[in-house]
């Protein structure tokens, strides 16, 4: 007897905002005959990147083949939530040619890998490649950068965020630079080499724009990650478990808004004087019949109306804001209450 063919899967992690959803979206509507199967895990509960690529979802990936985790990060939730949702799409018929997994910007790839190495899991499924997308400008600005490497003595990872950022690029098989519409040429080769030397073992690092590249480039790179686990080091390694301490989120509802221009400038101020990290959600203008999508990256502000409300759907305004530990709650509240 022959045994069926195991089913290719992509983990793709990449930092908040780092254009993984985008890059997703692209894949989507490039997938060249394949039949794909999504699950996206988020961080929150506002559930954009979902909403986002089911309204795209085509032929190659019906709605039926979305599933969402939005109960915290994906590493911390295999057992409970992942094996069902892997489950559930390993009984579609026809059967997926091949799986994305979309982490939250806070999950460590790790633990998800070794979920693969699970017998249940690995007769069935392999993990063809792990991509880790990057912010250029992010990275190019010390985002990830360890806050008092300057004066030489200060312990390893005062910036939690580093610590995050570098466990899952050290878990990719593919490393994708991503906005580098943002940053010159000269920046991204520096860039690059700095990624490359913190690497323990020689991985490709591509530029990108927009999430822009040919789904042969991600999918088929048959890594075999749960074959590998000893060639991705983790901070966590020599821990039990891990958590997300160093991290804080929560939902703001807030009151329809009179004028984008402002709300932006606004939103703005709030990234710039709370150091949030990210904020994204959808946003009722008053007087407007299509809704506003948000998503803020720091002090990066994109938004665009991106359809129009349902009749039976309720006009919530309301953003996910996420930044670490300690975020003033309270006060971000307040600003964004302001007129
Ligand atoms: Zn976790």
């Known amino acids: ?7 290719p899967v992509t983990i793709i992690t990449g930092f908040l905002g780092a254009g993984k959803t985008t890059l997703i979206r692209h894949l989507l509507l490039n997938a060249q005959g394949r039949r794909l199967a999504l699950v996206i895990n988020e961080f929150g509960d506002v559930g954009v990147d979902g909403e986002l690529l089911r309204h795209c979802a085509a032929e190659t990936c ?3 083949n979305i599933i969402e985790l939005a109960n915290g990060c994906i590493c911390c939730t295999v057992a409970e939530d992942f094996m069902p949702a892997i489950e559930a799409l390993l009984k579609r018929e026809p059967r997926p040619d091949h799986i994305i997994i979309e982490t939250s910007g806070l999950a460590l790839p790790k633990p998800l890998i070794k979920a693969f190495d699970w017998p249940e899991i690995r007769a069935r499924l392999t993990v063809d490649g792990v991509i880790a997308v990057v912010d250029a400008e992010a990275l190019a600005s010390g985002r990830f950068a360890e806050a008092s490497r300057a004066d030489g003595n200060a312990p390893a990872h005062d910036n939690p965020l580093e610590e995050v950022y570098e466990d899952q690029l050290l878990s990719a098989d593919l ?3 991503n906005k580098c519409d943002l940053v010159s040429e000269a920046r991204q080769h520096a860039l690059k080499a700095e990624i490359a030397a913190g690497m323990p073992r020689p991985v490709k690092v591509i530029s990108l724009r927009h999430g822009v590249v040919a789904p042969d480039v991600l999918l088929g790179l048959a890594a075999g990650a749960e074959d590998d686990l000893a060639a991705r080091p983790s901070h966590h390694d020599a821990e039990e478990g891990h958590d997300h301490d160093d991290f804080d989120s929560f939902v703001a509802d807030i009151a329809p808004v ?3 221009a402002v709300f932006v400038a606004q939103l703005r ?3 710039a004087r709370h150091d949030v990290l990210r904020m994204k959600g959808f946003v009722e203008v008053a007087g407007k019949p299509m809704r506003l999508l948000v998503q803020a990256v720091g ?5 665009h109306f991106d359809r129009a409300w349902g009749a039976s759907e309720a006009r919530t305004s309301r953003l996910v804001v996420i930044g670490q530990k300690g975020l003033a709650q309270a006060a971000i509240l307040k600003a964004l209450a302001a007129p």
């Open 62 to 64: 019906p709605a039926d």
């Open 299 to 303: 002090g990066r502000i994109q938004h």
């Open 1 to 7: 007897m022959i045994l069926a063919a195991k089913i």
């Open 175 to 177: 490393i994708l630079l």
């Open 269 to 271: 101020d709030v990234a």
């Open 258 to 260: 009179r004028d984008p």
